[in-house]
């Protein structure tokens, strides 16, 4: 009998929100339907604004909170209507909400990462229970918080007696490495498509470089990449999560002011150039004998990128992780719909060698239909 869960994501792309509805019930998740909404570009300005410090920025946040609930609401009817599904066949949603900001450890020891979110609102306009707040228990106990895909990772791609990669690449990019002996690791490799997508916005009034193209058209700027390389949180061990609080535009434009003026198609290819070097050199730290590197996320979907991967991984073959049977777009919603029902189950839903928590915990809260 199908046990039905949606999962909802937005991630630090800001592209949109991703929704799947998804069985289960067996031993790997199936996803039966996939539905993606893009945020309008107010929204998008907004979520973006409240990265960082402002001017009332508690009520805009409050609103925001709102907002998101709505579209996530509007996302989950689409998808039930493609599906042909009630609203009372669906268990729950898993619903992250938004990072705007993400300090673990910082400050007073715990510190915060804080994700925009209506869960009460969600449940309310959708009549379907919400698991929503996923990562503070696990920074209660001591951990990051982040990232908690890898666990998901081993239960749909994890292999017995098989090292297997599997490297998101959203906004921020994160590894997990599956081990043969069933254990695993995970953490935030570096900037993703965050950067290079600002530089696009900024410089073509385009979301994104379509395909890479932008940047195969530059030449990359020795200079500047080893400045960018040169980032402390790119040396550092894991356990280690980052995001747009330190690969923000401000921290770019600071490293640009530092060289003599360069061509925008240059600095873009700079960029690739750099999210391509992290992920690799995490790959090649952790790879152990790996035979493959599964790619998920919007940039799976960058030729450019999955090509300067393959390039600096000769020994490994880079593939989007459609070829393990789950479409790189669906790869992370379908992981919150996952951790939406381990918390109904009161099972573990962290994995401490990937957050640095004191053990593992059950994650999130729940908001009843």
């Keep these: 009998m199908p046990e039905l869960y949606i999962g909802l994501m937005s991630g630090t792309s800001l592209d949109g929100v991703d929704a799947v509805l998804a069985d289960l019930s067996g031993p790997r998740c199936r996803v039966l339907h996939h539905h993606a909404a893009a945020f309008a570009p107010g929204m998008r300005a907004e979520l973006l604004a409240l990265n960082a410090s402002g001017p009332d920025e508690l009520h805009r946040a409050a609103l925001?909170?709102?907002?998101?609930?709505?579209c996530y609401a509007q996302a989950v009817h689409a998808l039930l209507a493609q599906a042909g599904c009630a609203p009372a066949a669906v268990r729950a949603i898993g619903a992250?909400?938004?990072?705007v900001?993400?300090?673990?450890?910082a400050f007073d020891g715990t510190g915060?990462?804080?994700?925009?979110?209506?869960p009460a609102l969600l449940a309310e306009l959708t009549g379907i229970c919400v698991v929503a707040d996923l990562r503070s228990r696990d920074l209660a106990a001591g951990g990051q918080g982040a990232p908690l895909v890898p666990a998901f990772h081993q239960q749909q791609f994890g292999q017995p007696g098989q090292d297997a990669l599997v490297l998101n690449i959203g906004g921020i990019a994160n590894l997990s490495v599956l081990r043969a002996d069933g254990s695993v690791l995970g953490f935030d490799c570096?900037?993703?498509n965050a950067l290079m997508d600002h530089w696009c916005q900024q410089h073509l009034g385009q979301a994104f470089d379509r395909d890479g193209a932008w940047a195969a058209s530059g030449r990359v700027a020795p200079a500047l990449l080893a400045l960018l390389q040169a980032e402390p949180y790119l040396h550092q061990a894991p356990p280690k999560s980052t995001g747009r609080d330190l690969?923000?535009?401000?921290?770019?434009?600071?490293?640009?002011?530092a060289l003599p003026p360069l061509p925008a198609a240059d600095v873009q290819a700079t960029l690739l150039e750099l999210t391509a070097s992290a992920c690799a050199a995490s790959a090649t730290?952790?790879?152990n004998n790996s035979e493959f590197l599964a790619v998920c996320g919007g940039g799976a979907f960058n030729g450019q990128l999955m090509a300067r991967l393959q390039a600096l991984l000769p020994g490994l073959r880079v593939q989007p992780t459609d070829t393990l049977g789950l479409p790189a777009l669906q790869v992370e919603a379908a992981a919150f719909a996952w951790l939406a029902r381990q918390c109904l189950h009161g099972l573990p839903g962290n994995l401490p060698s990937a957050t640095g928590a004191q053990g593992a915990r059950v994650?999130?809260?729940?908001?009843?239909?």
Excluded at 101 to 105: E, N, T, Y
């Design 64 to 70: 925001a909170a709102n907002a998101l609930a709505r």
């Design 285 to 287: 730290s952790y790879k």
């Design 363 to 369: 994650l999130g809260a729940i908001y009843p239909a």
């Design 101 to 105: 900001r993400h300090r673990p450890g």
């Design 96 to 99: 992250h909400g938004q990072t």
């Design 190 to 192: 570096g900037p993703g």
């Design 112 to 118: 915060y990462t804080l994700q925009l979110n209506n």
């Design 247 to 257: 690969f923000h535009p401000g921290w770019l434009e600071q490293h640009l002011r």
